[in-house]
């Protein structure tokens, strides 16, 4: 590395880079919801099902998860501003390339090509952000990150939505072409000065293959799972004794190598380790709430996916809000309170979603993905401060890519687990309203809805259609009460973090 660090900017100096690297975290976030929404339509163009076509939404999952960890081995080997403006450049290129795809195995080779190259952008961006800013304005730059990685998901979707509806599926990838090109001479003009000089070294090639083999088995038993109904399927069960072989050879190979490509002794920080376990609950729970209301509303309520991304919207109003209020009170306050805070704000608004009914209107939705917004950045942007707050300098890269790993595993976790809940609890709430229901009153509501529609076959139909949405909204909210309790524990595991002695030691990065 470099003797000296060099001076960080004030002022006006700030903005353009503070724009450049948030612009690049939100760029591969938003990847990761923005097709979510167009893939029947891109499917359907391909000529394939929509479940084939889930196999570019797994492609791109599992190359963004495997080069996320390896980002401070790989900003170590090739210098972190040089791998920063390469990732960029590739990343576009790729987006391009995929806009361009006529076929879906082309689509999905490039998809990979795309998340690889994506990566290592989102945890650079976080430290090249802590390195231009001041040490005193550390806070804000976390602030700001954090509300990026908050509002580009909410995004995803409405974006998603509006480009299928009104132009062509290509422009879902086309869109980085503007985001990328900015970023790239922004990066160009002004990153300069914070590079840092390339440690050759060799290459981890056992680690590096053993993290591909455990991603990508992992990444495939969770996207899977539940279309395959779990274990019951031969490929969930082999996709699960691959992964769980291929993370214990990993991790005891990675411990044992003299140069290994994970840095696993970021697990040693008790602050670092219990940051990133309530990271990951918080993260989990969040996504699982992404991805439930848009399915609620689509498939109960009618909404349309542009409307269903107006529903989850309002959640960036107060992120953008409070954000720069949390960096702020970060150096002031303790951590931990403003976490705590921060979780208790989530559980509110999850409760305020397990009480919804299929009579619900916009603004029922609405309000409680409001307050979620509130909460979100004071969970994200205190988190990552605790955990790398005593890592030493040279650890800080490797600690925000192993975290930023976590919490992207954890996310699709948290978001194939609650569908697979959500479809099970509507099985079993349907079972039980049709075992408690009384037979003569059965007969009585079938006679009255044969004489309003005419026909049995009718009546029946419109009778199983009521239950079936019962059924599911008592699974909805059924998952936002499981939701609130969850929440609410996690409170406890943020009380283990140690106080720091000074409010942030990745500042000094």
């Known amino acids: 590395m470099k003797t000296s660090a060099p001076a960080a900017l004030t002022g006006r100096a700030l903005v353009l880079p503070a724009v450049v690297l948030s612009l690049a975290n939100f760029m591969v976030v938003l990847d990761t919801t923005i097709t979510n929404v167009a893939l029947r339509t891109i499917a359907g163009d391909l000529g394939v099902s929509t479940t084939e076509g889930t196999w570019m939404i797994t ?45 879906m195995g082309a689509l999905v080779l490039f998809r990979i090509l795309q998340g690889l190259a994506g990566g290592p952008l989102i945890p650079l961006s976080s430290t090249l952000m802590l390195a231009v800013f001041p040490k005193d304005k550390a806070n804000i730059a976390l602030a700001l990150w954090g509300m990026v990685t908050v509002v580009a998901p909410i995004f995803g979707p409405i974006l998603g939505g509006l480009i299928s509806d009104n132009w062509s599926w290509p422009w879902v990838f086309y869109i980085n072409i503007g985001f990328g090109l900015f970023v790239f001479l922004g990066t160009r003009r002004v990153m300069g000065p914070y590079e840092t000089t390339p440690q050759r070294s060799r290459i981890d090639g056992v680690g590096l293959g053993l993290l591909v083999v455990f991603v990508t088995a992992f990444q495939v038993m969770i996207d899977k799972g539940r279309e395959l109904d779990w274990f019951e399927s031969n490929l969930i069960v082999a996709s699960a004794a691959v992964a769980a072989i291929s993370l214990v050879l990993l991790v005891i190979w990675e411990l044992t190598d003299a140069a290994p490509a994970l840095d696993l002794s970021v697990f040693k920080s008790r602050n670092w380790l219990a940051s ?88 029922s939705v609405a309000i409680p993905m409001f307050v979620l917004g509130a909460g979100i950045p004071a969970c994200i942007i205190c988190l990552t401060s ?18 930023n790993f976590l919490r992207i595993m954890s996310s699709a976790v948290g978001a194939s687990l609650t569908q697979t809940y959500w479809e099970h609890m509507a099985t079993f709430n349907r079972a039980e309203l049709v075992g408690a229901m009384n037979p003569s009153n059965l007969d009585a509501l079938a006679d009255g809805a044969r004489q309003l529609l005419g026909s049995a076959s009718g009546a029946i139909a419109l009778f199983s259609r009521q239950v079936d949405a ?32 000074r409010a942030l030691k990745a500042v000094s990065h």
């Open 59 to 103: 492609a791109y999952a599992v190359a963004e998860a495997i080069t996320v960890p390896l980002t401070g081995w790989l900003a170590r080997r090739f210098g972190q501003v040089r791998l920063f403006t390469w990732s960029v450049v590739a990343f576009v290129a790729f987006s391009i390339c995929c806009g361009l795809s006529r076929s």
């Open 276 to 363: 990133t376990v309530s990271l990951s609950l918080m993260f989990g729970i969040f996504f699982g709430n992404i991805v439930l209301t848009p399915l609620w509303l689509q498939q109960q309520l009618g909404y349309t996916a542009t409307w269903a991304g107006y529903a989850t919207a309002p959640m960036g109003i107060l992120a953008v809000i409070t954000a720069p209020i949390v960096g702020r009170l970060l150096s002031r306050v303790d951590a931990r309170w403003i976490v705590s805070a921060g979780m208790g704000v989530l559980a509110a608004s999850f409760l305020m979603r397990s009480q919804l009914t299929t009579q619900a209107d916009y603004m």
């Open 386 to 403: 605790l955990g790398v707050s005593d890592l030493p300098d040279d650890k800080v890269t490797s600690g925000a890519g192993l975290q």
């Open 470 to 501: 019962q059924a599911v909204m008592l699974a909805t909210n059924d998952f936002y009460a499981m939701a609130t309790v969850l929440m609410l524990g996690s409170i406890l595991v943020v009380w283990l973090i140690k106080r720091p002695k």
